[in-house]
């Protein structure tokens, strides 16, 4: 695993024997690689598939201080190298969008398509409001199961929660599987806020697919418009489901990148 002036990077691999292009998936807040897990596999029967730990998350070294996005862009390219992909086809998701847009505005020869999911060129109101209160009840010593237990609702759909396929996501995992720091969560959060890539969108001339969910509170169509409108030649999807519509439909959100991807194979 590549080492930077502020520790270790972690990813995961998977490939298949005749894959000749990469992917490189990005997480977003609170998560690491194995938010990839199904979609790594999927993907892996095409091409050679990297899920990252970014920094401050998973087996990654942890935040040594402030960071921003822009960091964690810087964090990719590492890992690109070490793995030896000179560019990859890159899915964003959530704050892992946000990392893939500055990749593809910093670093354009690295990424050959592009793919942003859940996301945004900066927070609207409404989830600002709202991280920040979370935010200010994690900094007054909340435990990390209070914090999922006021998170799970916003990242589903109403229909998906009414349904018995949301009761594994509804409550904390036990097993310690969510072992992300107060201070790695609340710094990748502060990172999360201060981007502001709607300036920048123009300048991305990657082939662009925006994928939003229906019903997702966090990330809403809009804000993949937003994305869409900025981003010349975006082709945009809405999927149903909330902000995790990766999970609540899952077919769906494989079928988009498999056909955007196997679509512009050269």
């Avoid at 270790?8 to 292009?21: N, P, S, V």
Wanted: proline fraction near 5%.
């Amino acid at each position: 695993m590549p080492h930077t002036p502020c520790g270790q990077l972690h990813w995961t691999e998977a490939t298949c024997d005749t894959a000749t292009q990469t992917v490189v998936l990005l997480h977003g807040l609170g998560g690491d690689a194995g938010f990839w897990a199904n979609e790594q596999q999927a993907l892996a029967r095409h091409f050679r598939v990297l899920a990252l730990d970014m920094r401050g998350s998973g087996r990654s070294a942890a935040c040594s201080g402030p960071l921003s996005i822009e960091d964690l862009a810087a964090d990719v390219v590492t890992v690109l190298d070490a793995a030896g992909v000179e560019s990859a086809h890159v899915v964003g998701f959530s704050m892992g969008g946000l990392v893939a847009q500055a990749l593809a505005v910093t670093f354009p020869q690295r990424v050959s398509r592009l793919v942003l999911a859940a996301t945004f060129a900066t927070t609207n109101v409404q989830a600002r409001h709202f991280l920040k209160a979370v935010a200010s009840v994690y900094r007054n010593d909340a435990s990390a199961r209070l914090m999922y237990d006021l998170i799970v609702p916003w990242l589903f759909s109403l229909p998906f929660l009414s349904d018995e396929r949301a009761a594994p996501f509804l409550s904390y995992p036990e097993d310690g599987a969510d072992d992300q720091s107060r201070e790695d969560w609340l710094c990748l959060l502060d990172a999360d806020l201060a981007f502001d890539g709607r300036d920048r969108l123009a300048s991305i001339r990657t082939p662009t697919l925006v994928l939003a969910g229906a019903d997702d509170a966090l990330a809403p169509p809009s804000d993949a418009e937003q994305l869409a409108r900025g981003i010349e030649g975006a082709v945009l999807r809405v999927i149903p489901g909330g902000h995790l519509f990766n999970i609540e439909s899952a077919d769906a959100f494989e079928r988009e990148l498999l056909g955007f991807f196997q679509a512009h194979t050269d």
